[in-house]
C-alpha cells in the first residue's frame, strides 16, 4: 500500500472505532452534557485526545502491554464515575483533569482495537496518526451535532435538568452493565 492509501483506511479506522464504540460515545456524552460553554467541551476533547494518543502509540509501539478484558472494563468504570460525577459537580471547568486521566485508559483501549486490525509496520507512524485523526473527526462531529442540541435545551432549565439526571442514571446502568459484561467474559 502507498502512503495515501495507509491514511485513508486509518483515518477510516479511526472514524469507524469512535461511530461504532457505544463505550466512547457514551463517555463523550456522560462528559459533555453538564457542559454550557464551548469552551469547556473543547477542553475536554483536547485532554482525550492528548491522552489517548500517548498510551495508543505506547502501546501500539509495544512499549506498555495490553490487557483487554481489564481496559475494557476499566474504560466501563470510567463512563460510571463520570455519570456519579455528573451529581455532584455543577461546572465542568476542570473536567478536561479528570477526562485526561481516563483518556490514559482509553486509548489503551483504542490501542487493542488497532492492533486486532494491524498496522502496516513500515508506516507506523502514520498509521497511528491517521488513526488517531480518525477518532477525532468523529469525536468533532458528535459533539458538532450533540453540543448545540444540549446548549438549546439549556434554556429549559427544569426540563433539562430532568433530562439531564434522567441521562447520567442511564448512563451509569449502562456502564455498569458493561463493567460486569467485560469481567465477566
Given at each position: 500500500?502507498?502512503?495515501?492509501?495507509?491514511?485513508f483506511?486509518?483515518?477510516?479506522?479511526?472514524?469507524?472505532?469512535?461511530?461504532?464504540?457505544?463505550?466512547?460515545?457514551?463517555?463523550l456524552?456522560?462528559?459533555?452534557?453538564?457542559?454550557?460553554?464551548l469552551v469547556?467541551?473543547?477542553?475536554i476533547v483536547t485532554?482525550?485526545?492528548?491522552?489517548?494518543?500517548?498510551?495508543?502509540?505506547?502501546?501500539?509501539l509495544?512499549?506498555v502491554?495490553?490487557?483487554?478484558?481489564?481496559?475494557?472494563?476499566?474504560?466501563?468504570?470510567?463512563i460510571?464515575?463520570?455519570?456519579?460525577?455528573?451529581f455532584?459537580?455543577?461546572?465542568?471547568?476542570?473536567?478536561?483533569f479528570?477526562?485526561?486521566?481516563?483518556?490514559?485508559?482509553?486509548?489503551?483501549?483504542?490501542?487493542?482495537?488497532?492492533?486486532e486490525?494491524?498496522?502496516?509496520?513500515?508506516?507506523?507512524?502514520?498509521?497511528?496518526v491517521?488513526?488517531n485523526?480518525?477518532?477525532?473527526l468523529g469525536?468533532l462531529?458528535?459533539?458538532?451535532?450533540?453540543?448545540?442540541?444540549?446548549?438549546?435545551?439549556?434554556?429549559?432549565?427544569?426540563?433539562?435538568?430532568?433530562?439531564?439526571?434522567?441521562?447520567?442514571?442511564?448512563?451509569?446502568?449502562?456502564?455498569?452493565?458493561?463493567?460486569?459484561?467485560?469481567?465477566?467474559?
Open positions: 500500500m502507498d502512503f495515501f492509501s495507509i491514511v483506511m486509518y483515518i477510516n479506522l479511526g472514524l469507524e472505532h469512535i461511530i461504532t464504540g457505544y463505550d466512547h460515545l457514551l463517555f456524552f456522560a462528559l459533555i452534557i453538564i457542559s454550557d460553554r469547556e467541551v473543547l477542553k485532554a482525550f485526545t492528548i491522552a489517548h494518543s500517548i498510551t495508543l502509540t505506547l502501546a501500539a509495544g512499549m502491554p495490553i490487557y483487554p478484558k481489564w481496559i475494557e472494563a476499566g474504560i466501563a468504570l470510567t460510571a464515575y463520570v455519570a456519579v460525577e455528573n455532584f459537580v455543577k461546572t465542568s471547568k476542570w473536567r478536561w479528570l477526562t485526561f486521566v481516563f483518556g490514559l485508559i482509553h486509548g489503551l483501549g483504542f490501542a487493542s482495537a488497532i492492533s486490525i494491524g498496522f502496516d509496520r513500515q508506516y507506523t507512524v502514520t498509521s497511528l491517521s488513526f485523526v480518525g477518532i477525532e469525536q462531529a458528535v459533539v458538532a451535532v450533540v453540543l448545540p442540541l444540549l446548549l438549546k435545551f439549556r434554556r429549559y432549565e427544569g426540563a433539562y435538568r430532568l433530562f439531564f439526571q434522567g441521562a447520567s442514571v442511564c448512563i451509569l446502568l449502562i456502564s455498569g452493565f458493561w463493567f460486569v459484561e467485560r469481567i465477566m467474559a
